[in-house]
Nanobody
Framework: HVQLVESGGDSVQAGGSLRLSCVAS????????MAWFRQAPGKEREGVAA???????????YYADSVKGRLAISLEVANNTLYLQMHLLKPEDTATYYC????????????????????WGQGTQVTVS
């Protein structure tokens, strides 16, 4: 049974920064991809950033166009932890942010198709005003 536990969500002013964390209950090298998704009220869940977790290409990253240059995904393998560093936050970044991990292949150029991810955390709330 895989557990993903997010933390780090908060209320911040526009232009501020936050770092989200996601701790996995098993080694992240066991997942081909890990990613962050977000869902705002009344909207569909959307992919934000993904990272390749397998050797030898561990660390390859993929981003949604809306967050390129402002958000950075990273992986700390020793601690089974996935991060999302967020800078220059905007009100439109307000959402519940979810950590996800794939149990198999992930398709598409951005690696952010919701249906390719099998394991999900409970989410952490980010509010930007």
């Amino acid at each position: 049974h895989v557990q993903l536990v997010e933390s780090g969500g908060d209320s911040v002013q526009a232009g501020g920064s936050l770092r989200l964390s996601c701790v996995a209950s098993r080694a992240t090298s066991g997942f081909p991809f890990m990613a962050w998704f977000r869902q705002a009220p009344g909207k569909e869940r959307e992919g934000v950033a993904a990272i390749y977790s397998y050797n030898p290409n561990i660390g390859d990253t993929y981003y949604a166009d809306s967050v390129k240059g402002r958000l950075a995904i990273s992986l700390e393998v020793a601690n089974n932890t996935l991060y999302l560093q967020m800078h220059l936050l905007k009100p439109e970044d307000t959402a519940t942010y979810y950590c996800a991990a794939s149990g198999g292949p992930v398709y598409g150029p951005t690696k952010l198709r919701t249906r390719d991810y099998n394991y999900w955390g409970q989410g952490t709330q980010v509010t930007v005003s």
